[in-house]
């Protein structure tokens, strides 16, 4: 086989049916401003007669891939819980710039979403399988980190039943990605479309090893894209699909009808653990650039600035006085890191990175990534109704290892000492063993219960004021309500991590 990349022009060409003749007429009888005024053209067929030659095409590139040693699946999502009503039911991110906003925009448990873990096992096997595709002839394999983390021994099984070692290059853990390689040239190969990104509607084949099976082709469409909070990464929108995949598919390709890799499928949403139609994949342009980075160094670096953010909910908008959901609010910092050092604080909003709009927690930790370590990054803040201009001298993200170590490692904020009083449906009292106000009770009907409050928290600001007494609290949400508030903000720690959340301040006044 020569080498180059698999791509099909003309097997797309074939699939790609032609379009039907419109009436002229059509278009008189849609309603002014509607947006189609005549009827969308349908193919010649009602779905490509075969998906065949692309399959026979580019199946050669992927590849099984068998593990021994401590692999095992990475858990991408376990978060669980409905809504954003209750954010300390989702275990907060790390002590860095992940957003962990509690948010659930599918509405479903995503205890229940899961990568498909090699072999199909939940629990860390001594052996497992997953998939890979071949991105260049000299070996180079794309898969996921889940599939080899912890691996002693990676073996590689091609389509034509060669068997071949292989050695890690890389990994990713922040957006699951690994690269592989095995030795010897003119391997099959394909490439990603980096250009452009599929349509919602728009064909696509998966092909990998489900089940250990190997060589399995499934058909679907692009379902959506841009899907969040997937996985609890920063770094990755998701392409939902709904072509079959299932456990063992992981790390495989997803095609577009050119035979270009338009995703690498690495998890499902499934009660039972098979397909239901709702697959994850990260998208090209993600894995094409780290696996790039991954080849050229075995590493992917990104900025970093120490600061624990989240998204900004409605009430939090109003809680702040600003208008708009957008911007990410720093909910904690690490000590002696670069975002401190810079004097950004608790409860600050940053609204702007190097003069680009933040439009979320996530996005400003794409931002921040995109900075060299030592390379200084400009932000917009809003502290106290007053925008302030910051500079923040970029470090050296740590391993997501590392971050979850460190996060582990906090001591845990002490339960509350007797007494107290009641505040926005709270029983408080003095932090015996720290700052802050403890949380001793929580009044079902409250908001406070609403939002997920618990006995055992601490309440260390209220509004822009630190606290030590359950008077301090009392008096921020008097000061919202002077102000026209609805809600006050609160900082709240559990368990050494801190978020932010908005309390209603017209209810729990005794």
Do not use: C
Not at 61 to 66: L, T
Not at 67 to 92: C, S, T
Not at 172 to 181: G, H, W
Not at 289 to 315: F, P
């Amino acid at each position: 086989m020569k080498n180059k990349s698999l791509i099909s022009g003309a097997a797309a060409g074939a699939l790609a049916a032609a379009m039907v003749s419109i009436g002229a007429h059509a278009a008189g009888n849609a309603p002014v401003g509607a947006v189609n005024p005549a009827p969308v053209a349908p193919p010649a067929a009602a779905a490509p007669a075969s998906f065949a030659d692309i399959v026979q095409r580019v199946a050669p590139a992927v590849v099984s891939i068998d593990v021994e040693g401590k692999a095992g699946p990475r858990r991408v999502a376990m978060q669980g819980g409905r809504g954003g009503q209750q954010p300390f039911g989702f275990g907060q991110g790390d002590d860095n710039d992940d957003e962990d906003s509690g948010s659930n925009p599918f509405g479903f448990d995503f205890r229940q979403l899961v990568p498909q873990a090699p072999g199909g096992q939940d629990a860390a096997p001594t052996q497992a399988t997953g998939s890979g595709f071949f991105i260049s002839a000299d070996g180079y394999i794309v898969t996921n980190n889940h599939v080899i983390d912890g691996a002693q021994k990676i073996t590689v099984r091609t389509a034509d039943d060669q068997t071949l070692k292989a050695r890690l290059i890389g990994r990713d853990e922040a957006t699951d990605l690994a690269v592989i390689k095995v030795e010897g040239g003119n391997h099959p190969f394909v490439s990603f479309e980096e250009r452009a990104k599929p349509r919602v509607g728009d064909w696509v084949i998966a092909v990998g090893n489900p089940f250990n099976l190997g060589g399995t082709a499934t058909a679907g469409i692009v379902s959506a894209l841009g899907r969040p909070n997937v996985s609890g990464s920063s770094y990755v929108d998701y392409l939902q699909i709904d072509a079959p995949i299932n456990r063992g598919n992981s790390g495989g390709p997803t095609f577009d009808l050119y035979g270009r890799v338009v995703g690498v499928n690495t998890a499902i949403f499934s009660p039972s653990g098979g397909s239901v139609g709702i697959g994850f994949d990260i998208p090209a342009d993600v894995a094409a650039s780290v696996s790039k980075q991954l080849i050229a160094s075995g590493k992917v670096t990104r900025g970093y600035i120490g600061a624990m953010i989240q998204n900004v909910s409605a009430d939090i908008a109003d809680s702040l006085g600003v208008s708009g959901q957008k911007g990410a609010l720093v909910n904690d910092l690490t000590p002696g890191g670069p975002a401190e050092k810079a004097g950004l604080r608790p409860g600050d909003l940053v609204t702007k990175v190097n003069g680009h709009e933040v439009t979320s927690a996530s996005d400003l930790t794409r931002q921040v990534g995109l900075a060299r370590a030592g390379e200084d990054i400009r932000l917009e803040v809003r502290r106290d109704g007053q925008v302030r201009q910051m500079v923040v001298r970029s470090g050296l993200r740590p391993s997501e290892d590392s971050l979850a170590s460190n996060d582990r490692q906090r001591s845990p904020d002490a339960d509350s000492a007797d007494g107290g009083n009641r505040v926005l449906g709270m029983q408080l009292a003095p932090n015996a063993k720290g700052s802050g106000v403890a949380v001793e009770g929580v009044a079902s009907n409250s908001d406070a219960a609403g939002k997920g409050l618990r006995r055992g928290d601490v309440i260390l600001r209220a509004g822009t004021h630190d606290v030590a007494t359950a008077a301090d609290v009392s008096a921020a949400a008097a000061e919202a309500r002077k102000a026209g508030r609805s809600s006050v903000l609160l900082q709240v720690s559990r368990n050494g991590q801190r978020m932010f959340l908005p309390l209603k301040v017209d209810e729990g006044r005794g």
